[in-house]
Every structure is written in C-alpha cells, then in structure tokens.
C-alpha cells in the first residue's frame, strides 16, 4: 500500500532505458493485488509536431498484452511527432488482478501523463487514451465509467482528472454480456465470479452519457474474435449523447491486426489505410500539425 510519501513519479522507479525508452513503475508502492507491477513507458519523438500525447493500452483479452498494440503503436505515433505512453495494466495471467485493478492501472496512467504535461511540453488537455480489443475495452471503460473505486486519491498524481480527451480505439471489446456480441473471456478474466453481476454496468455502449470524450474507431466487418457489433453499438450510443464519433469499416480482416503492416496480405493492404485516417482525424481535432 501507498505509504503517504510524497513524491515525483518521473524522478523515481526507472525500470529499463535506452535511447527511446524510459519505463516506470505508476506507483511507488503498488496499491491491491500486485502479483504484477504495473508501469508506463514514454515514447518521446525526436521531432514534436504536436502538444498532444496519446495513453496507450494494449490487448490481450485481460489475460495478457499484446507488443505490436503497445510499442508498434507508439512507434508509429512517435514517426508523426507525438508523445506516447504505453500502460502494463495488471492482468489475470500473472495473478488474480480483477476489476477494478485494470481500471485503476488506466485512471493512474492518464493521472500520471496529465501530472507530468509540462516536463513533456504538452497540453493536459489533450490526452487522448488508445486500445485494441480488450485494450480497446480498457480505453472506452475509462472515458465512460466515473465511480469512485478502491485505491485512489493517494497522492498529487491523483487530484488529476482521469477522464481522457479523447478515445482511440482498434476493434474494442466493449460489450461485456449479450449473446453474439460480447466477448465473454474478456468479462470473464476482469470479473471473474462476478461476471454476471458487472457486466452490464462495465459495458461502455450502455453508460456513455452526454460529455463522453469524442471518439475515433475502426474494426473489420469479418472479424472473427470481437464482432463489429461491439463497435457499431458503442458508436451509434455515442452518436445519441451527442459525441462526436468517427468510425471507419473494413470489408474483410481478422482480429488483433494492429497496424495491419502486413504488405502480403492484400486485406490488410487496405485495413492498414486506417492510420492515415487516424493522422488526418487527430489533425482535423486540432492534435496534430501537418
């Protein structure tokens, strides 16, 4: 538990760096369940042409995460100048990290970034937080459900907002209960026994209410592992709070696709046109200077 020290995140707890990367623990001393620590790394452009940043939450179905949605992303962001920050949240697979830890992991992430704006040369409010998949779900629960839960208001860090300015989401998981949409290992593995008792309640498309931060997302229409429904019902509740929402629909793809960089497949030739989007949409929302 967090001890009541006061303290600078970014001075303390270095846990790998090089060149490009500097990864910290979020907390000095790990509030919950803490069979796995998690951390932030900062992905710093050597060039700027925004004073934006982007919180990044990679998938992996709350079981795991996936590299090429943490790091692939951040490295793509970093190439069209902006600042990015890839969260290892807790998960099930290193020990029994339930809701809310996952939760609590994301708000730190967003505190922590919004803290340390000025060091990083950008405006805390232009945050926008990143997810695929599960990752996905993650990033929409953190824009969408505002309770109070355990462990917060331990420090400075933490009179931030944690609410993010804006979402990015890869083929979210966002439904949680509901026969042919939801992804039930994702619910399962973030509420275990409870499964049933919290999924509705931590389905964004069923909380999003008026304010919710405005929204990019994209998914394949064949994706076999998260049904687009999860996407087109989160938008459309969007649309009906009045938050601005862009939504872009491939064919064809299967799942996890990230950067679709993947210059054999002729699929994801076309699926990977979704990051010009994303570069013309954070442009068109004032986030980045083309």
């Given at each position: 538990?967090?001890n009541?020290?006061?303290?600078?995140?970014?001075?303390?707890?270095?846990?790998?760096e090089?060149?490009?990367?500097?990864e910290?623990n979020?907390?000095?001393?790990?509030?919950?369940?803490?069979?796995?620590?998690?951390?932030?790394?900062?992905y710093?452009?050597?060039e700027?042409k925004?004073?934006?940043?982007?919180?990044?939450?990679?998938?992996?179905?709350?079981?795991?995460?996936?590299?090429?949605?943490?790091?692939?992303?951040?490295?793509?962001?970093?190439?069209?100048?902006?600042?990015?920050?890839?969260?290892?949240?807790?998960?099930?697979?290193?020990?029994?990290?339930?809701?809310?830890?996952?939760?609590?992991?994301?708000?730190?992430?967003?505190?922590?970034?919004?803290?340390?704006?000025?060091k990083?040369?950008?405006?805390?409010n232009?945050?926008?937080?990143?997810?695929?998949?599960?990752?996905?779900?993650?990033?929409?629960?953190?824009?969408?459900y505002?309770k109070?839960?355990?462990f917060?208001?331990?420090?400075?860090?933490?009179?931030?907002?944690?609410?993010?300015?804006?979402?990015?989401?890869?083929?979210?998981?966002?439904?949680?209960?509901?026969?042919?949409?939801?992804?039930?290992?994702?619910?399962?593995?973030?509420?275990?026994?409870?499964?049933?008792?919290?999924?509705?309640e931590?389905?964004?498309?069923?909380?999003?209410?008026p304010?919710?931060?405005?929204?990019f997302?994209?998914?394949t229409?064949?994706?076999?592992?998260v049904?687009?429904?999860n996407?087109?019902?989160?938008?459309s509740?969007?649309?009906?709070?009045?938050?601005?929402?862009?939504?872009?629909?491939y064919?064809r793809g299967?799942?996890g696709?990230?950067?679709?960089n993947?210059?054999d497949?002729?699929?994801?030739r076309?699926?990977?046109?979704?990051?010009?989007?994303?570069?013309?949409?954070?442009?068109?929302?004032g986030?980045?200077?083309?």
């Amino acid at each position: 538990m967090y001890n009541g020290t006061d303290y600078e995140m970014f001075q303390i707890n270095p846990i790998k760096e090089d060149i490009k990367l500097k990864e910290y623990n979020l907390w000095e001393q790990t509030p919950g369940d803490c069979y796995e620590i998690p951390t932030i790394a900062e992905y710093i452009p050597e060039e700027k042409k925004s004073d934006a940043a982007v919180v990044i939450l990679p998938g992996g179905g709350y079981w795991g995460k996936a590299e090429h949605e943490g790091r692939g992303y951040s490295e793509f962001l970093n190439a069209a100048g902006i600042c990015a920050f890839v969260v290892q949240y807790r998960t099930v697979s290193a020990g029994p990290h339930r809701f809310p830890l996952p939760l609590l992991d994301a708000r730190r992430a967003v505190r922590t970034v919004r803290y340390n704006a000025e060091k990083y040369g950008i405006d805390k409010n232009k945050i926008a937080i990143m997810g695929s998949s599960a990752g996905g779900h993650l990033a929409a629960l953190t824009s969408t459900y505002y309770k109070p839960i355990d462990f917060e208001g331990v420090d400075e860090i933490d009179k931030e907002d944690f609410i993010p300015n804006a979402q990015i989401l890869c083929y979210p998981v966002i439904s949680l209960l509901g026969k042919g949409i939801a992804h039930l290992g994702s619910g399962r593995n973030l509420l275990g026994d409870r499964h049933a008792e919290l999924g509705e309640e931590l389905s964004p498309d069923l909380i999003a209410e008026p304010g919710t931060p405005q929204a990019f997302i994209w998914h394949t229409s064949a994706d076999p592992g998260v049904p687009v429904f999860n996407s087109l019902n989160y938008a459309s509740r969007l649309h009906a709070v009045g938050t601005d929402v862009e939504l872009h629909l491939y064919p064809r793809g299967g799942h996890g696709l990230g950067l679709a960089n993947r210059s054999d497949d002729p699929d994801c030739r076309h699926v990977s046109l979704w990051t010009d989007s994303l570069l013309k949409w954070l442009a068109y929302i004032g986030y980045l200077t083309v």
